[in-house]
C-alpha cells in the first residue's frame, strides 16, 4: 500500500516537473523569435520623432563615426520610450538603419537584454526584483500581491492600458530589499522616468499602483519611514563622526 502511494506520488512530481520545463522552455523561446502581427511587422513605418532626431544626433556624437554600432543600446532605448516602452520591430529596423548595421545585429541585442521589451507593456510597468536578497524579504508575496490586485498575469497588460508586472534580476538595492521598479511611459521619451521604491510590503505597493493611477508621483526610495536611505532602522550606531586622520601623512614612517 505504502509503495504504490509512493510510487503515484513521485509519478506526480515527475510530470509536474515536465511540464514546468516545457512552460520554462515555452517562455525562454518565446523571447528570441518574433512573429508578424497587425501591429508589429516590418511593414509598419517608423521613424524616430523630429525631437528624438536631435537626440540620436547628441548619443552618435559620442561615438567615433567608424563605431556607430556602439550607440545600439542607447538608441534603442531612446526608441522603445519613443514607443511607449516597448520595441517593435520596425523601430529595430530603423535602428540598424541609422547605425548602418545588418537588422539582425540590432536584433541580437534587443533579444539578449532583459530590458527591452518587444510586446507591449503598460504605461507604467513594474519590476520586481527576484533575485536571492530580494526573494528571502518576501519578493514573491509582492509580485503575487500586484498581480492579484491589478488582475493580470506577469507580463500581461491591464484592460486600461496602464500597468503591466514584470520581473527583472538584481536592481543592486540589495540592502534595501525587497523593490521594484516603475518604468514610467506615460508621456513617452520626454517624461520618461526609472525610479526605484525600495523596503516595500504588499500592502505599500498597492498603495503606490493606486497613487500612480491617481496621477501621484510616489517618493522613490525607501519606503521605510524608519529609514534615511540604506541607513539603519533608527539611525547609525557607528561610524558616528569623521574618522581621525593618520598621525603624519607618510604613512610608512608611521
Not at 506526480?12 to 523571447?31: C, G, K, N
Not at 538603419?97 to 521589451?117: C, D, L, W
Request: net charge neutral; with cysteine; proline share 7%.
Amino acid at each position: 500500500m505504502f509503495a504504490r502511494l509512493a510510487s503515484q506520488r513521485l509519478l506526480e512530481i515527475r510530470l509536474a516537473f515536465r511540464q514546468s520545463a516545457q512552460a520554462y522552455r515555452s517562455f525562454s523561446t518565446a523571447l528570441n523569435y518574433h512573429i508578424d502581427s497587425s501591429d508589429n511587422n516590418p511593414d509598419l513605418p517608423w521613424e524616430f520623432s523630429q525631437a528624438n532626431k536631435e537626440k540620436v544626433k547628441q548619443i552618435l556624437s559620442h561615438y567615433p563615426s567608424n563605431y556607430k554600432q556602439s550607440a545600439v543600446i542607447p538608441l534603442l532605448d531612446l526608441a522603445q520610450q519613443q514607443q511607449g516602452g516597448w520595441l517593435p520591430v520596425s523601430a529595430m529596423n530603423a535602428v540598424a538603419k541609422v547605425i548602418e548595421v545588418a537588422p539582425i545585429r540590432v536584433y541580437e541585442v534587443a533579444t539578449f537584454y532583459s530590458m527591452f521589451n518587444r510586446s507591449k507593456v503598460g504605461k507604467y510597468h513594474l519590476l520586481v526584483c527576484g533575485t536571492t536578497p530580494c526573494m528571502i524579504r518576501g519578493s514573491r508575496e509582492i509580485e503575487e500581491a500586484l498581480l492579484k490586485h491589478l488582475g493580470v498575469k506577469r507580463n500581461e497588460v491591464t484592460k486600461d492600458g496602464l500597468f503591466s508586472v514584470g520581473e527583472m534580476e538584481c536592481m543592486g538595492c540589495c540592502v534595501n530589499a525587497p523593490m521594484i521598479t516603475v518604468a514610467d511611459y506615460l508621456n513617452g521619451s520626454e517624461g520618461y522616468t526609472y525610479d526605484y521604491y525600495e523596503d516595500v510590503s504588499p500592502q505599500r505597493v498597492v498603495e503606490i499602483v493606486e497613487m500612480l493611477r491617481r496621477g501621484e508621483k510616489p517618493p522613490p526610495g525607501t519606503q521605510n519611514p524608519k529609514r534615511i536611505k540604506s541607513g539603519p532602522e533608527g539611525g547609525n550606531t557607528t561610524l558616528l563622526s569623521d574618522p581621525k586622520p593618520p598621525p603624519c601623512r607618510d604613512l610608512d614612517a608611521c
